[in-house]
């Protein structure tokens, strides 16, 4: 089975990109914007995951890759950050296509946010010792910070498909951290982390997937609407 992480990619990925090309949703014509973003996205996430992976905060299970690694993480681990990110924004994109008036009201999206900023903020604090809570955490409270001053529409949205996405998420992310099959392809130091699961899956990684997924959108908004303007 080393390749299961690379199917787990390529599945991710295959769907969302026939799709692109649908008459109606021609998600293709994001895909320059899309390209940025997941570049600018990666040169955040990929040292985050190389320096974790380097003082044992999480690892990858050789059995499941095929072997090749650039920086200490497998080819794999890089296609996650360009695969995923293109699923889950093509599936914002195709949710609001489909149902344009399905949003919060920004008094909500405000409440709601603001409340979320408190918890990360308080566990971020309070679990100051736990690498992957406070790195986590953290970076959830800035980038909320930052969605409400400058892109509350996108947050009035994305709250709702953010749940759609968490369908898929538990499916990959389960199997990644051990659901139905014999060992985690990817496994975590509790030490460094709550140490709470959602089945097998570490709670932060719910919110390493909603600032993953949010910081794409909002730099794929941003430099789509410049290729718009030009």
Not at 88 to 109: A, I, N, Q, R, W
Not at 192 to 216: K, M, V
């Amino acid at each position: 089975m080393n390749y299961l992480y690379l199917l787990l990619n390529i599945g991710s990925l295959s769907i969302p990109f026939l799709f692109s090309f649908h008459p109606k949703l021609k998600f293709y014509k994001y895909w320059k914007s899309l390209a940025i973003s997941i570049v600018i996205t990666m040169l955040f996430y990929i040292p985050w995951d190389v320096l974790f992976t380097q003082n044992g905060f999480w690892g990858f299970n050789d059995t499941y890759f095929l072997g090749q690694k650039f920086l200490g993480l497998p080819i794999e681990e890089w296609l996650f950050f360009i695969c995923i990110p293109y699923a889950c924004v093509f599936t914002h994109h195709s949710l609001l296509y489909y149902f344009p008036h399905k949003k919060l009201s920004e008094g909500f999206t405000k409440k709601l946010s603001y409340c979320l900023i408190i918890l990360f903020l308080f566990l971020s604090i309070f679990f100051y010792s736990k690498w992957y809570t406070l790195v986590n955490f953290s970076y959830a409270v800035i980038l909320l910070l930052l969605v409400i001053k400058y892109n509350l529409q996108l947050l009035r949205t994305y709250y709702l498909t953010f749940i759609v996405m968490l369908i898929p998420f538990f499916i990959v992310n389960g199997i990644l951290t051990g659901s139905c099959i014999e060992n985690e392809v990817v496994w975590y130091n509790d030490a460094e982390n709550l140490g709470i699961r959602l089945f097998t899956i570490p709670i932060e990684d719910s919110i390493y997937a909603f600032t993953l997924i949010l910081t794409n959108l909002v730099l794929t908004e941003f430099f789509q609407s410049k290729l718009l303007n030009k």
